[in-house]
């Protein structure tokens, strides 16, 4: 056993042929990890999720918003028709003509 220990440390070492020590000593540092290509494209999917799942979030919050937009809209075009045609609102119980004129034009501006 010793002289195959012996060959194989001479076979590596020789001096005539230094090409092959240089080369298995250079073989560490020229291979690359798969496991890092692999988790740097699963770090990526993950992110493309993460990114897919808030643009969802926030198509839904938009949704969201415009309802509420539409529903202020509304509510706000028959606040100015109770006003114009002067019926009682409990908000402008206590307002004068004038106030409840500048309240109409103002609600009409919003909805403009």
Known sequence: ?????????????ASDDSNLKNKLSNLST????P???IRNWIKGEML????????????ESCDIRKQAA??????DREMVK?????????KHMFRSNAS?????????????
Request: glycine share 6%; hydrophobic share 45%.
């Open 1 to 13: 056993m010793a002289l195959g220990d012996n060959l194989s440390v001479k076979m590596v070492s």
């Open 48 to 59: 493309n999720l993460g990114a897919l799942i808030d643009s969802i979030g926030e198509k």
């Open 100 to 112: 409840k004129t500048q309240v109409q034009s103002s609600l009409l501006e919003d909805i403009a």
């Open 70 to 75: 539409i529903k202020k809209l509304q509510n």
């Open 35 to 37: 496991f890092i290509h």
């Open 30 to 33: 020229e291979l690359l990890n």
């Open 82 to 90: 109770k006003l114009s045609d002067g019926k009682f609102t409990l």
